[in-house]
C-alpha cells in the first residue's frame, strides 16, 4: 500500500475491483476532461493482464510486442542517453535543474550522451527569452550537453516547433493503421459528454461516436470543412506495465484512459505524442524526469508500441518539498536557478545541494564536487520520498565553498558583487577591497554578504552600543577610563602608528595600554573595541581600523565611512557628556 501511495497523482485514489485487482479512477478538471487523464498507477510486485477481445487495435500491438522490449542497457552492449527536455515558459526551476544534473551525472557516470531538447509546443507561452534564459542557466550550473538546439547534432532538429512534419507523418502512420481517427466533435458535444458521464458517475474519458464512424461519415465532414483533431485509439482492457527504475513495477488499465488527441485541429500536436515520438527518434536509452510526468506514461508507453517503437527505462524522481512538506513554489521563495545565482550562490554549491535532494552514495558525506559526484551517482541510490529544499542548508554549504576559494579569486568576486550593489566605485580589486575580503571571507555564506559587512566596517554606531544593556557591565566597569586612554594615545599619536605599523605593532599597543591601565582579557579587549569600532562584535580591531586608512576613492558616491579622526571625536563627546 505504501509503494502504491507513493505513486498516486494528487486526488486519484486507488481502489479495489470487485475481482479483487487494484484499480484507480480518476476525476479530472472540467475543461481538459476529454484529453482522458489515466487513473492513478498500480504499483505491486506482480501483475496478470485479463483475457478478452482483442480489437483491431489490440492485435496491431500485440504483433509489435517483439519490438517492445527496453532499449539495451549498458551491460548488453547499449550506450547510454538522456535527454533534458525543458519547456522554455519561463525561469528554469530548481527541480527541472536538479531533473538536468540527475540525467547529466548519470550520463558521465556511464559514458553517454546527454541531449538537450526544447518543448516549445506551448506557442502561446514559449519565448526565444526565456530559452536563452534556460540554457544559461543550466551552463552556470555547470552542465554541458552532447546534442542540443545550439550545438547541433544527429537527431536533429531539437526544437519541437520545428519537428511538426515528423510529427504529422507519425499521425499518418498511426491513422493507416488504424490506431488513430480524425474526430469532428465540438467543444460542446464533448462538454455535453462530460456532463452525461459525470451524472452515470462513470469515468470521464471520451465516448464520441467517431471511434466507430463510417469512411462516408467522416469524408462527409471533410468535404464541410468541419475542425477536427486526431485522437489515439486505445486498445480495451490491457494492462501496462513498466519497471521503473526508482519507483519499481507500475501498472496502469487501458479502461481508464480513453482515446486520446495526439494532434490538435490547429495542427500543433500534443505534449505525450510528441515526446514518444522524440525520445524514439533521438534514441533515448532513459527517460529520468519527475514524478508528475508518471500519469504521462501511460500514453507514451501506447504511442511506442503503436509506432513500434523500443521502449527506453524511465525512472520518476520525487518533487522537491518546501520545508513545510508542501511541493516548492514561489510562494516560498526564491525557487529558480537564475534567482539563487543572483543571490550570490556558487554554481559548485548549487551543483552539491541539488545533487543531494533525493540522492545519496551511502554514506554521511555531503561535499562533492562535480567529478567525485559523477563518479558515485547511480540510479539505485535515489531516493522514493520527497526531498526538502532547505535553504539553511544551501547557505551553508555555500559558505564552505566560498571560504574554500583562493583569496585572489574571492577578492575579485567582492569587487564585481560590491560595484554592482553600489558600494565600490568599480568593480577593481584594489588593496582597500584586498584588506576588506580578507576581514569577511571567513565568516560569509553568501558573496552578497561582503557588501552588508563591509558598510557595517565603515561604520561607527557607538551611541546605540553604548545605549544597548549589553553594554551597561562595561559601562559599570570604568569603560570611560578606557575611552579616555584611547583618546589620549590618539593625541599622542601612538594609535594610529599601531594601526598603520600592522598587527604586531597594534597587537604591542593593546598590550601596553593593558599593563599600563592593569587590565587583560575581555576587561580590556572588549572596552577598546567599542571604543574604536563602535560595537561588541566584528574582525580584529586592528585590522578593521587599518581597512579605514585603505580607502582611497573606492567608494561609490553617497557611501558614507567615520574614519578614525571622526571616531575619537565622536568617543570625546560622549565623555564630555557625561562629565
Known amino acids: 500500500m505504501q509503494a502504491l501511495r507513493s505513486c498516486c497523482v494528487r486526488g486519484v485514489a486507488p481502489v479495489l475491483s470487485s475481482q479483487g485487482v487494484r484499480s484507480s479512477t480518476c476525476a479530472l478538471p472540467r475543461t481538459a476532461w476529454f484529453l482522458s487523464t489515466p487513473a492513478a498507477p498500480k504499483v505491486s510486485k506482480t501483475c496478470s493482464t485479463r483475457s478478452g477481445v482483442i480489437s483491431r487495435a489490440n492485435a496491431s500491438l500485440a504483433a509489435t510486442d517483439e519490438q517492445t522490449r527496453p532499449a539495451p542497457s549498458p551491460a548488453e552492449g547499449g550506450k547510454v542517453r538522456v535527454r533534458f527536455a525543458p519547456s522554455p515558459t519561463g525561469n528554469l526551476h530548481v527541480g527541472g535543474a536538479r531533473t538536468a544534473l540527475f540525467n547529466w551525472l548519470y550520463a558521465k557516470n556511464t559514458h553517454g550522451e546527454m541531449v538537450l531538447r526544447i518543448e516549445d509546443t506551448d506557442a502561446a507561452r514559449s519565448t526565444a527569452e526565456s530559452e536563452a534564459a534556460v540554457l544559461s542557466d543550466l551552463k552556470w550550473l555547470g552542465l554541458k550537453w552532447d546534442e542540443g538546439p545550439d550545438v547541433g547534432g544527429p537527431h536533429g532538429p531539437y526544437r519541437q516547433s520545428e519537428r511538426r512534419e515528423i510529427y504529422k507523418e507519425y499521425v499518418d502512420k498511426l491513422v493507416e493503421q488504424g490506431l488513430a481517427y480524425p474526430c469532428f466533435c465540438s467543444d460542446e458535444e464533448l462538454e455535453r459528454q462530460r456532463e452525461e458521464a459525470e451524472a452515470a458517475k462513470q469515468p470521464p474519458i471520451y465516448r464520441g461516436k467517431w471511434a466507430q464512424a463510417s469512411k462516408e461519415e467522416v469524408e462527409e465532414q471533410m468535404r464541410a470543412g468541419t475542425p477536427y483533431c486526431y485522437r489515439f485509439r486505445v486498445p480495451k482492457d490491457e494492462v501496462i506495465t513498466i519497471q521503473d527504475l526508482i519507483r519499481g513495477e507500475v501498472s496502469w488499465n487501458t479502461d481508464t484512459l480513453g482515446d486520446f488527441v495526439v494532434l490538435r485541429s490547429n495542427g500543433l500536436p500534443v505534449y505525450n505524442f510528441c515526446v514518444a515520438v522524440d525520445d524514439a527518434l533521438m534514441k533515448i536509452s532513459h527517460v529520468i524526469r519527475a514524478e508528475e510526468h508518471l500519469p504521462n506514461t501511460l500514453r507514451q508507453v501506447l504511442v511506442y508500441k503503436a509506432l513500434g517503437f523500443p521502449l527506453p527505462q524511465f525512472g520518476h524522481v520525487s518533487l522537491i518539498l518546501a520545508a513545510d512538506k508542501s511541493k516548492l513554489s514561489k510562494r516560498h521563495g526564491a525557487t529558480s536557478v537564475g534567482e539563487f545565482a543572483g543571490q550570490g550562490y ?133 569603560f570611560a577610563d578606557v575611552a579616555r586612554a584611547v583618546v589620549a594615545a590618539h593625541a599622542d599619536g601612538s594609535l594610529q602608528a599601531a594601526v598603520t605599523g600592522g598587527p604586531d605593532a597594534y597587537k604591542s599597543w593593546i598590550k601596553g595600554l593593558g599593563k599600563s591601565m592593569k587590565r587583560k582579557g575581555k576587561r580590556l579587549f572588549m572596552p577598546v573595541r567599542i571604543a574604536l569600532t563602535g560595537s561588541q562584535a566584528g574582525p580584529d580591531v586592528g585590522q578593521a581600523l587599518r581597512l579605514l586608512t585603505l580607502e582611497d576613492g573606492d567608494l561609490a558616491a553617497g557611501v558614507t565611512v567615520v574614519h578614525l579622526d571622526d571616531r575619537i571625536k565622536a568617543l570625546q563627546a560622549w565623555l564630555d557628556a557625561r562629565s
Open 346 to 478: 556558487l554554481p559548485t554549491a548549487m551543483m552539491n545541494f541539488l545533487a543531494l535532494l533525493g540522492w545519496n552514495d551511502g554514506t554521511e558525506r555531503e561535499m562533492f564536487d562535480a567529478r567525485e559526484l559523477s563518479e558515485a551517482f547511480s540510479l539505485d541510490r535515489i531516493t522514493k520520498s520527497g526531498a526538502v529544499f532547505d535553504t539553511t542548508k544551501l547557505a551553508w554549504m555555500n559558505g564552505q565553498y566560498l571560504r574554500a576559494l583562493p583569496q585572489e579569486e574571492m577578492a575579485q568576486m567582492v569587487a564585481e558583487v560590491g560595484a554592482a550593489k553600489g558600494l565600490l566605485a568599480r568593480p577593481a580589486v584594489t588593496p582597500f577591497v584586498q584588506a576588506a575580503t580578507e576581514l569577511t571571507h571567513q565568516s560569509l555564506e553568501l558573496v552578497n554578504d561582503a557588501v552588508t559587512q563591509i558598510q557595517w566596517l565603515l561604520q561607527y554606531p557607538l551611541e546605540e552600543t553604548l545605549a544597548s544593556p549589553d553594554a551597561a557591565p562595561f559601562i559599570e566597569d570604568g
